[in-house]
């Protein structure tokens, strides 16, 4: 009899929970969606893990993700609950190397690094940049910077979530913009504090809060550019989403930076100006974690038997 994995749930309708919807998609024959018929409990939304029956956890083999710690906030409350859960936890795992070795400072755990699988079916290269500009309402003399992430906590929605860069993103927009007219795309929630500087300094944007897959896949493929600004992340997961939609992109080395991107693709705040886009680079990185590819390093991790 197959061993099977259930995967908890996010509830925000954002990556996560799209990406354990792919999992139930692609994984049938070794996955649950009912946690007591489960071998393999899989955490991959760690915030959620406390609406886990711990009769369960005791029970069973317990797999939890983490996709960044934020030291800065990562202390007292964060910490306990951390050491709280670490006790019911088997062994970890991890989106990049960055993750791991912060780990490493608060577990003696093992740890497992893998970048997420994407759909190469969604995340692709298009015909007719031309096109899709028009179709968007974009001229086609502009150069076109996209974020698709949330900036703003969730507390105030005013207040900039500094850990994901909105300030460094604006610092970056406007210098570009002192020497190219810019047009800028934004998608994802939260967008509240870069919307408010694009308008106080008068730059052109468009914001399409929650697009769809086929959307943002458009999105990607009318950018110039896709920047990353973040001091502290977890993925993210559109870096992997720019390599298999062959858009050109620049990050802070944060997230699965290193795993996907060229190194003179990834920058400081003093250097910005002078690194470049590889997006062949980025792409042969990225099509080594499409599906069904990118499940297998998974299904070992879990101690699973499935042939995609």
């Known amino acids: ?18 990406l354990r919807s792919e999992w139930y998609l692609y994984n049938k024959p070794v996955s649950t969606k009912f946690i007591k018929f489960s071998d393999v409990i899989w955490i991959c939304s760690p915030w959620t893990w406390t609406k886990i029956p711990k009769k369960y956890l005791e029970t069973k083999t317990a797999i939890c993700s983490i996709y960044h710690i934020d030291e800065t906030k990562f202390k007292d409350k ?20 960055n993750t791991k070795n912060q780990l ?13 699988w994407a759909d190469s079916g969604i995340w692709k290269e ?27 906590e969730g ?39 870069v919307i408010s500087e694009l308008e106080k300094h008068k ?18 493929n009318c950018l110039d550019l896709y920047v990353v600004a973040s001091r502290v992340e977890g993925g993210p997961q559109a870096i992997i989403e720019c390599g298999l939609s062959r858009t050109p ?36 990185k990225a099509i080594k974690y499409k599906i069904p590819e990118g499940f297998k390093n998974y299904l070992e991790m879990l101690g699973l038997d499935h042939e995609n």
């Open 1 to 18: 009899m197959l061993k099977k994995v259930y995967l908890n749930k996010a509830n925000e309708n954002w990556i996560l929970d799209r």
């Open 104 to 116: 490493l400072k608060y577990t003696d755990k093992k740890i497992i690094s893998i970048p997420f």
């Open 155 to 193: 507390s105030d929605l005013k207040s900039p979530k500094l850990s994901k860069g909105p300030d460094r993103f604006i610092k970056i927009v406007k210098e570009i913009s002192s020497k190219k007219e810019v047009f800028v795309l934004l998608s994802g929630k939260r967008r509240s504090y």
């Open 249 to 284: 992109i620049i990050s802070t080395d944060v997230g699965v930076a290193k795993e996907i991107l060229s190194p003179q693709s990834i920058f400081t705040m003093e250097n910005f100006l002078d690194v470049k886009p590889d997006v062949e680079y980025a792409y042969k």
């Open 203 to 220: 730059l052109n944007y468009k914001y399409f809060e929650m697009a769809d897959n086929n959307l943002l896949n458009k999105l990607y």
């Open 126 to 152: 298009l015909d007719g940049k031309k096109k899709i500009r028009e179709e968007l309402g974009i001229t086609q003399d502009v150069f076109v910077i996209g974020s698709f992430q949330r900036d703003t």
């Open 78 to 97: 964060d910490l306990q609950e951390f050491n709280e859960r670490d006790k019911f936890i088997d062994f970890y795992h991890v989106i990049s190397e």
